[in-house]
Structures are given as structure tokens and as C-alpha cells.
């Protein structure tokens, strides 16, 4: 269930009606009568909810899928056969799931709300805060910023120009910086029958204590559920945080670090400046990305890579040597010279 606070649920809805202008085949026309309450992904996906199969050679397994009605390719229809959900045969299961989001879900609107309750915050010039945000005792919020409808801002947070909050929960002692961007969409897109289909994000970006955040640094909602940053994690300027990650306690991320999508990062994690992490990673207690370093694997507890694509750092500085050393010019003896 999405958070209430931020977004208005629409349903339940019957399913003819949120297939409706979609090029799908549902099988018997009675189903149709069948009342969805919620989406979600398969794996936490309910009795009541709609979800979806991704086209793959090996699609996700649905072991645990409960859900009533699962958009799913022709080719990968006999992975659903033997679950309780009824198969809806799409020729794009996620851009059409993408497509229903927006039926079930609207983002509330800002509304009016009177600044006046906010007795024991500093609001600078032209702050726009949404209805039903709350903000603790001691903030202050810098000139011509944004906080959302439903957001919440904990005790003694410090708040810069031109920020932007919206769809988070964030906790005491918090700074965040002139320009940063808390709680945007991520960059989910379906490919669809007429190219890409931006996947509406329901979820929420959760911020624990002492974290600082960066000038233009970005920290995207959740397609569902939660972006996760623990206490006291520190984040230069222009880092890129994307949607459903969870990080630890006590990171320290340099500038322009960019993590996509989904990403395990376990506590004390530190990286460079330019360090990037692809998605669906994870990246154990304790590890160290060198700057510039790009992983495309796990990283081990403690373990400190570097290089493009990312290794172990000995074994980056020994490719580095093996290199320079194929490649450096011979210089013949002077006699030889002569």
C-alpha cells in the first residue's frame, strides 16, 4: 500500500476498466468484473493486486506471487499457469503495468497551508510547503524552496535555497544543500509499442539522522516501497542517488558519485569522487570505491576496488603495471646509437 500522506488512492477499480485502452487479452470476459485495489511488484504482490511478469528467458520466479492479475508476455504465459493469478498476455507486460499506475495512484496536490504553524521554524522568502507536511521545532528552510504535501522534516534540520523535498521522511539534525533535489521520480522506463513509457514511482525516500546532502545532489523516490539513506551518511555536491536503493549507516559518497537503481549498500561504505555502481548491486560493511572506480559486481565486505570496470585494487594496479609495461618504449644503448 502506497503512503497516504503523498498519494491518493484511486481504487479498487475493475479490471476491464483499467484495461481499457490497452492491446491485451485477458482470456474470459468475466474477469473483468474483478475489483483491483493495489499494484505491485510480484514478489509483494497480494490477493487483491495487479502485477507484472517481465519478458525474459528467465523470468522472475513466482513462488511467492499472490497476486489476482499478472500482465504477462505470451512467451513466458506458462510461468503463471500454476498460480492463482489470472494472466493478462501483453506484448509488453511492464510498459502496459506502467500504463494502469497512474489509475490507481495521483499524487496529492500541494494545497494551502498556513505558515504560521510553523512557530518554531525559520521559513525564508518565497518557501512553498504542502499540506499535511510536518516540520520539526528548530528547522530552518532557506529561500525559495519547496517542501512537499505530507513530507516530514525532523528537529534542527537545515534546509538550503532552492531545495526541493517531496515524497520523504527525513529525521533530526539533517542539512541539506543549496539546490539539492529530494524525493523526484526515478528513472524508471517500459519499452512500449511506441518507445519508452515512464513508470509512475509510488514510494517514498526515507532519511535517517545527521545526514548531510550536498549542493544539486539528487535522491529519487521509490517505484515502490522505499529509497533507504541511514544515519549519519554524508554526500558531497551533484551525487546521484536512484530509486529503491538502501544505504547504510555512516556512508561518505564524494562528488558526482552516481548509484544506479536497486543497490544493496552496507554501512561505512566509502567512495571516490566519479564512482559509479551499476544496478542491483551490492556492496558489503566497510568497502572503499577508489575514484573514477565503476563496479559491475559485488564487493566484499572491507574490500577496497578501483579501475574501470572495477576490481580489487592490488589486482588494478598490477594490470595497470602489466600495461605500462607492454607498452613502453625500448631505448637502445648509446653505443648502439652511435
Same mark, same amino acid.
Given at each position: 500500500m502506497v503512503d497516504q500522506r503523498f498519494y491518493q488512492h484511486l481504487g479498487?477499480?475493475?479490471?476491464?476498466?483499467?484495461?481499457?485502452?490497452?492491446?491485451?487479452?485477458?482470456?474470459?470476459?468475466?474477469?473483468?468484473?474483478?475489483?483491483?485495489?493495489?499494484?505491485?511488484?510480484?514478489?509483494?504482490?497480494?490477493s487483491q493486486d495487479i502485477s507484472y511478469l517481465k519478458r525474459s528467458k528467465r523470468p522472475t520466479k513466482l513462488e511467492n506471487c499472490k497476486a489476482a492479475i499478472?500482465?504477462?508476455?505470451?512467451?513466458?504465459?506458462?510461468?503463471v499457469?500454476?498460480?492463482?493469478? !489470472?494472466?493478462?498476455?501483453?506484448?509488453?507486460? =511492464? @510498459?502496459? $503495468?506502467?500504463?494502469?499506475?497512474?489509475?490507481?495512484?495521483?499524487?496529492?496536490?500541494?494545497?494551502?497551508?498556513?505558515h504560521n504553524k510553523y512557530d518554531k521554524v525559520k521559513i525564508g522568502a518565497n518557501v512553498v510547503i504542502g499540506a499535511g507536511a510536518e516540520i520539526g521545532q528548530g528547522t530552518k528552510i532557506g529561500p525559495n524552496s519547496t517542501i512537499g504535501p505530507g513530507v516530514v522534516l525532523g528537529e534542527n534540520c537545515t534546509i538550503g535555497a532552492n531545495v526541493v523535498i517531496e515524497f520523504s521522511l527525513i529525521g533530526n539534525n539533517c542539512k541539506v544543500h543549496h539546490g539539492a533535489v529530494i524525493g523526484g521520480t526515478g528513472f524508471g522506463i517500459a519499452l512500449g509499442a511506441q518507445g519508452g513509457v515512464d513508470i509512475p514511482h509510488v514510494?517514498?525516500?526515507?532519511?535517517?539522522?545527521?545526514?548531510? !546532502?550536498g549542493c544539486q545532489t539528487t535522491i529519487d =523516490? @521509490?517505484? $515502490?516501497?522505499?529509497?533507504?539513506?541511514?544515519?549519519?551518511?554524508?554526500?558531497?555536491?551533484?551525487?546521484?542517488?536512484a530509486h529503491n536503493n538502501k544505504i547504510g549507516d555512516n556512508c561518505l559518497f564524494a562528488a558526482q558519485v552516481g548509484i544506479a537503481g536497486?543497490?544493496?549498500?552496507?554501512s561505512g561504505v566509502v567512495m571516490g569522487g566519479k564512482a559509479g555502481v551499476a544496478d542491483h548491486i551490492k556492496i558489503s560493511d566497510g568497502?572503499?570505491?577508489?575514484?573514477?572506480?565503476?563496479?559491475?559486481?559485488?564487493?566484499?565486505?572491507g574490500e577496497v576496488?578501483?579501475?574501470?570496470?572495477?576490481?580489487?585494487?592490488?589486482?588494478?594496479?598490477?594490470?595497470?603495471?602489466?600495461?605500462?609495461?607492454?607498452?613502453?618504449?625500448?631505448v637502445k644503448p648509446a653505443k648502439e646509437q652511435g
Open positions: 479498487p477499480i475493475s479490471l476491464a476498466t483499467l484495461l481499457g485502452s490497452l492491446d491485451v487479452e485477458c482470456g474470459d470476459k468475466r474477469h473483468g468484473k474483478i475489483q483491483i485495489h493495489n499494484a505491485a511488484p510480484a514478489d509483494l504482490a497480494g499478472c500482465f504477462v508476455h505470451n512467451d513466458n504465459i506458462d510461468h499457469k500454476n498460480f492463482s493469478c !489470472v494472466p493478462v498476455v501483453s506484448k509488453h507486460p =511492464r @510498459a502496459d $503495468f506502467a500504463h494502469i499506475l497512474s489509475k490507481l495512484y495521483a499524487e496529492k496536490e500541494y494545497g494551502s497551508n498556513d514510494g517514498r525516500v526515507v532519511i535517517g539522522d545527521n545526514v548531510s !546532502v =523516490r @521509490a517505484m $515502490f516501497g522505499d529509497t533507504v539513506i541511514g544515519n549519519g551518511c554524508k554526500f558531497d555536491n551533484l551525487v546521484q542517488i536497486s543497490c544493496d549498500i552496507g568497502a572503499t570505491l577508489a575514484a573514477h572506480a565503476s563496479t559491475m559486481h559485488n564487493i566484499p565486505e576496488w578501483s579501475g574501470v570496470p572495477a576490481m580489487p585494487i592490488r589486482q588494478h594496479m598490477r594490470s595497470v603495471s602489466a600495461i605500462r609495461r607492454l607498452t613502453r618504449k625500448k
